[in-house]
T-cell receptor, first 115, second 112 residues
Framework: GAVVSQHPSRVICKSGTSVKIECRSL??????MFWYRQFPKQSLMLMAT?????????EQGVEKDKFLINHASLTLSTLTVTSAHPEDSSFYICSAGGTGRGEQYFGPGTRLTVT | GQNIDQPTEMTATEGAIVQINCTYQTSGFNGLFWYQQHAGEAPTFLSY??LDGLEEKGRFSSFLSRSKGYSYLLLKELQMKDSASYLC?????????????WGLGTSLAVNP
């Protein structure tokens, strides 16, 4: 149980275009999902908390208009990187909450490269 | 403020035991988690502690002392595949807020 999928696993896009990343909880419902970004050899950086049926909560310094989050259902959250630039190239990982203990189960991640 | 400290790097030998420490200072405490992350992959959940004491799960054990703001992850019978980054994370509050505060991770290298 507690499987989270993420799509696509890798994406290369041109500067100025937008990219959508999907995160799905496959065998459980997740009212809360999280989006992280991780640069090489650095730790996880929480970008935002995605809440089903309401607006996402963004961490300080994360641009809401650039990183659009939609939590359309209890099993799906999407992150859209708008007008991507090379500095947005990173490993984006989503997670979903499991049991009442609060652990998070991670998707396999999406490696974004902006050329 | 919030602060979670872990050693940056550790090295150990195959077959040995290694202990990775984590100290935390957070505004609240509702559980501590350990995750393993191999290079280029997403983190995977290893253990959870909310009460003081030792939780054992196979070769891995995790200890918590809430009064000291301290936890450790113990890895026994080390294998080469245990080479990875180990992340300590704390949940500050209960209820619907599942946000975790993350340490920077400890990169463990297991040598033959």
């Amino acid at each position: 149980g507690a499987v989270v999928s993420q799509h696509p696993s890798r994406v290369i896009c041109k500067s100025g275009t937008s990219v959508k990343i999907e995160c799905r909880s496959l065998d459980f419902q997740a009212t809360t999902m999280f989006w992280y970004r991780q640069f090489p050899k650095q730790s996880l950086m929480l970008m935002a908390t995605s809440n089903e049926g309401s607006k996402a909560t963004y961490e300080q310094g994360v641009e809401k208009d650039k990183f659009l989050i939609n939590h359309a259902s209890l099993t799906l959250s999407t992150l859209t990187v708008t007008s991507a630039h090379p500095e947005d190239s990173s490993f984006y990982i989503c997670s979903a909450g499991g049991t009442g203990r609060g652990e998070q189960y991670f998707g396999p991640g999406t490696r974004l490269t902006v050329t | 403020g919030q602060n979670i400290d872990q050693p940056t790097e550790m090295t150990a030998t195959e077959g040995a035991i290694v202990q990775i420490n984590c100290t935390y200072q957070t505004s609240g405490f509702n559980g501590l988690f350990w995750y393993q992350q191999h290079a280029g992959e997403a983190p995977t959940f290893l253990s959870y502690n909310v009460l003081d004491g030792l939780e054992e799960k196979g070769r891995f054990s995790s200890f918590l002392s809430r009064s000291k703001g301290y936890s450790y992850l113990l890895l026994k019978e080390l294998q080469m595949k245990d080479s990875a980054s180990y992340l300590c994370a704390v949940r500050e509050s209960a209820g619907n807020n599942r946000k975790l505060i993350w340490g920077l991770g400890t990169s463990l290298a297991v040598n033959p």
